[in-house]
């Protein structure tokens, strides 16, 4: 949706929310949409958050907060599927997004779907939830089996690779350049074609502060948990520690 678009569904959901001292809710938002949704609500001063469903999601939901709510994530309305292939093949993204957009679900009820080899982990609007468990038969004309939640842990996040290197600084551009072992100018283009998150905010400011505990995501490079930037070496440069999902 455009960006007028979106700063009405949010205007909204703040104005709904503070009508009835009950949360509302708008997405799943892509992360220029997230951008976009952080600066209306600031604006309007309400009490919000975003959450995808799992840490370091991509696409959020927004939610509207009365004063009252503290447990912002239990209030979202996500629910998870697991999508079993009965053959054990391996799809990619899109065959998963297509089966499920081919049930007429719009684009918005469906979050981050993640992948691996005889399965997929789809977070859905908890209204669609149900229909796509019952619906959902094949996916690429592979039989599936779909049940509500995940068992086992979330597809391409069952380890940690950790990595570690020396930056100038802990601007965004600098770390992104030492997680990716790239030049600092090709981390510069990453941001600028946004690309590139920071605790599942889009971000375009290269000269934005990386800390640590920070998660930075990195389209098509991977996910990365900022450990620790305390350290420094003799020439004083920042040690940078951190995992990657793998």
């Known amino acids: 949706m455009d960006s007028s678009l979106v700063a009405a569904r949010i205007s909204d959901a703040v104005r709904l929310c503070n009508n009835a ?8 938002l892509r992360p220029e949409e997230v951008v976009e949704a952080k600066s209306v609500a600031e604006k309007l001063g309400c009490k919000f958050c975003f959450f995808g469903g799992y840490e370091s999601a991509q696409r959020l939901f ?13 209030y979202f309305p996500i629910t998870p599927v697991t ?12 065959h ?6 081919s049930l007429g679900i719009k684009r918005e009820a469906v979050g981050d779907i993640l992948i691996e080899k005889g399965r997929a982990v789809a977070f859905l609007s908890s209204e669609i939830a149900p229909f796509v ?11 599936v089996v779909v049940t509500e939640g995940f068992t086992a842990s979330l597809p391409g996040m069952s380890g940690f690779e950790t990595l570690s290197a020396t930056v100038a600084s802990s601007r965004l551009d600098c770390v992104v350049s030492a997680l990716i072992k790239s030049s600092r100018s090709r981390a510069c283009d990453l941001i600028a074609e946004k690309l590139v998150s920071v605790n599942s905010i889009l971000t375009e400011k290269t000269v934005k502060t990386v800390f640590s505990g920070d998660t930075v ?12 930037l305390d350290g420094r070496t003799k020439k004083d440069r920042i ?6 999902y793998i």
């Open 62 to 74: 927004f939610g509207a907060f009365p004063d009252w709510c503290n447990d912002f994530d239990g």
């Open 217 to 228: 995501t990195i389209r098509g490079k991977g996910k990365f948990i900022i450990e620790s």
């Open 133 to 143: 468990k019952e619906q959902l038969t094949k996916v690429a004309n592979v039989g």
């Open 21 to 28: 001292s009950f949360p509302k809710f708008v997405g799943f």
């Open 83 to 94: 999508i079993l292939l009965k053959d054990g093949s391996a799809l990619s993204h899109r």
């Open 96 to 101: 998963f997004l297509g089966a499920i957009l």
């Open 239 to 244: 040690i940078l520690v951190a995992k990657k």
